[in-house]
């Protein structure tokens, strides 16, 4: 189950964010340095599988994220309302070539079993519309081998919309939620920005063969707001 509102976090830090983006996307001349994941470095494997920032999503696994993000992690299952499990590994200091960032990565839930999971779990938290969170650290080890469904990229930095689109290209849709937020809808990429006027923005990555299901979700959350619009 996906959950859209992860690309909602923000996160209260410092916005320095253009002039570091620009100089990573326009290097000092004669510079030999080639970085392979900077977050718009996307490539389509299959339906199925997304590379970026060096992971395999559809393919890779927790384990494989550790080794690659190589930052502290909390790890937790959610109860949904409609009773269904999710997944979550929240990396807490990701850098990758100098970017900083929050990762979050929801993970293949199939076959859990709820009752183990409650007694191993920690102290369960009320998340609102996300139901009850239940912290599951000590089975880290044992839930390594999930695979990786859908990473979530949280840029300490700021990113102006410009410097977006130049990066990322121009979106194939925008859904408009108020004045201050919008989805930008990268079907053929795997990805979904949420641009925020006034906060951060947040890049959620999916293997292209799972987006409608993505952008069908996202639409439910906003189900007030304007109708999706083409991009200029």
Avoid: C
């Avoid at 620009?22 to 001349?29: A, G, S, V, W």
């Avoid at 999930?146 to 979530?152: D, E, G, K």
């Amino acid at each position: 189950m996906f959950k859209p509102i992860t690309l909602f976090i923000i996160i209260t830090l410092s916005a320095s964010g253009y002039w570091f983006y620009n100089r990573m996307l326009t290097p000092e001349e004669g510079s030999t340095v080639r970085v392979t994941n900077l977050p718009w470095q996307i490539t389509v494997l299959d339906e199925q599988t997304l590379h970026v920032l060096e992971l395999d999503i559809g393919k890779a696994t927790l384990a494989d994220a550790v080794k690659t993000l190589k930052s502290e992690y909390n790890l937790a299952w959610f109860e949904n309302q409609d009773d269904s499990i999710s997944l979550e590994a929240y990396f807490i200091r990701v850098s990758m070539s100098g970017l900083r960032a929050k990762v979050l990565l929801e993970l293949d839930a199939t076959g859990l079993d709820k009752d183990y999971l409650i007694k191993n779990s920690g102290k369960p938290e009320i998340q609102g519309s996300r139901t009850i969170k239940y912290p599951l650290d000590d089975l880290a080890q044992e839930l390594n081998h999930r695979v990786i469904q859908s990473l979530t990229y949280l840029p300490i930095s700021n990113i102006e919309a410009d410097l977006l689109k130049k990066l990322f290209g121009l979106p194939q849709e925008i859904l408009t939620v108020d004045s201050n937020t919008e989805f930008w809808m990268y079907p053929e990429k795997g990805l979904v920005i949420s641009y925020s006027i006034s906060g951060k923005e947040v890049f959620q990555y999916i293997p292209v063969g799972n987006f409608e299901r993505l952008k069908q979700s996202i639409m439910a959350t906003v189900a007030h707001a304007k109708p999706i619009k083409s991009a200029d």
